[in-house]
């Protein structure tokens, strides 16, 4: 098989298992407890905080641990507009259903939520948020880099304007940690979200950055771990690898990007040469380092996964599959596609450890695909494929 779904997760590397594995056997302590292997698990988790932190130049007090990307965007959305009933929160159209959904819950609760367009490129415009911005407003919330189509957003910019008025920002950088270099005080963010599994570490575990001086409302209560901001006994080994693969992530930032570089341009300069009627989707600058989101006009892009699947590539439409229900991408409506444009998209997202060799046999195996596709496709006379 040839792995091209980084994007949905990613293969646990071989130390942050190794690192993880001391605490699900010998080292099984409550880090509660007062005892020896209370301590060595509390110390265990420390380190991992540091290392976390150090990823996005953040304090180590400032990372809260989480179950993941989804409740780390969910604690700052509630756990911080929940003290001002009614107030206005700001997102984009093309978040995660991580961030959609409970914005849609905070609607019914009587929020008002605001959701910014994107261009044909999913890019968020920054006077947009200037215009959309109020009085009533707790939150604004734009992420880092989207899932689907690789855009990056202008972080920087749309977290300027937030501290011009004061108003707490978060990005759910969750497809961004690992892949372009985060400096949260450079960037001047309030709150992050990152997740461990999109960076070759275990599932079920991540972070949230909160700075300094921003305060949140726990949304799970308990013994009060966490300092009280998240309850219940925390994961020890997920953490020790999460912390892990951050180092991992720090560590080999640079080349990680620059591999992943090469394998992405290689991969989407030869497929645009090799197969009619494909489009690139997505800012062809601004994007993930390994993220390629087509197009290919006339074929259906479930039909084509099935047949990648067969043929040893497993790849993703990229709109949000719950529970194996296919939906019509929230992203590309927002950028404007047309329903021919989106149903015949294809993400393909690389990881450290693909290869030249399988960019070359993808390239041969999805051509031969979207060929037997088109020729039975019922747009076969529309197009000169
Ligand atoms: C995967 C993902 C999430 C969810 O993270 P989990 O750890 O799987 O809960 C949130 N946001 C984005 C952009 C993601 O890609």
């Known amino acids: 098989m040839i792995y091209l779904d980084n994007a949905a997760s990613t293969q646990i590397s071989g130390d942050v298992l190794d690192s993880m594995l001391p605490y699900l056997r010998e080292q099984f302590g409550n880090p509660s407890s007062i005892h020896r292997y209370g301590r060595l698990a509390q110390k265990a988790i420390s380190k991992a905080r540091k290392q976390v932190a150090e990823l996005i130049n953040a304090d180590p007090s400032e990372i809260l641990f989480t179950s993941g990307g989804t409740e780390s ?3 700052s959305l509630y756990g ?24 849609k819950n905070l609607e019914k609760e009587g929020f008002d939520v605001v959701y910014l367009p994107v261009n044909n490129l999913g890019m968020v415009d920054p ?22 189509v690789g855009t990056i957003e202008p972080i920087s910019e749309l977290a300027k304007i937030c501290k011009e008025k004061q108003i707490p920002f978060h990005t759910d950088a969750v497809q961004a940690i690992g892949k372009i270099s985060i400096d949260v005080k450079e960037l001047g963010l309030d709150l992050l979200s990152m997740s461990s599994h999109k960076i070759n570490g275990p599932k079920g575990i991540g972070a949230l950055y909160v700075k300094k001086g921003i305060s949140i409302d726990p ?3 308990g013994g009060g771990q966490e300092k ?64 390629v989101h087509l197009t ?24 949000a599959c719950s529970v194996q229900i296919q939906k019509a991408s929230h992203v590309l409506q927002a ?19 693909n290869t030249m060799e399988e960019m070359d046999e993808t ?4 051509k031969h695909v979207v060929e037997e596709l088109r020729a039975v496709s019922p747009f076969k006379e529309k197009y000169s494929f």
């Open 219 to 221: 949304i799970i209560f």
């Open 335 to 353: 950028m404007g596609f047309s329903h021919e444009q989106i149903t015949g998209s294809l993400r393909l997202t690389v990881g450290i450890s």
């Open 127 to 148: 006077p947009s948020l200037e215009k959309a911005l109020n009085e009533n407003t707790s939150l604004v919330s734009i992420m880092f880099g989207n899932n689907e």
């Open 228 to 291: 009280g901001l998240r309850s219940g006994t925390e994961n020890v080994a997920n953490i020790v690898g999460f912390g892990k693969a951050c180092e991992l992530a720090r560590k080999n930032l640079v080349t990680n990007i620059s591999k992943m570089k090469e394998l992405r341009d290689y991969l989407s300069k030869k497929i645009l040469k090799e197969i009619p009627c494909v489009t690139l989707n997505g800012h062809p600058e601004k994007r993930l380092p390994n993220n």
């Open 296 to 319: 290919f006009l006339g074929v259906n892009g479930e039909d084509l996964l099935i047949k990648l699947d067969e043929n040893g590539i497993a790849a993703s439409t990229g709109s």
């Open 80 to 103: 911080i507009v929940k003290k001002n009933p009614g107030s206005r929160i700001i997102t984009s159209l093309i978040e995660h259903d991580a961030i959609l959904e409970p914005c």
């Open 363 to 366: 390239v041969k195996i999805l």
């Open 73 to 75: 965007n969910n604690t």
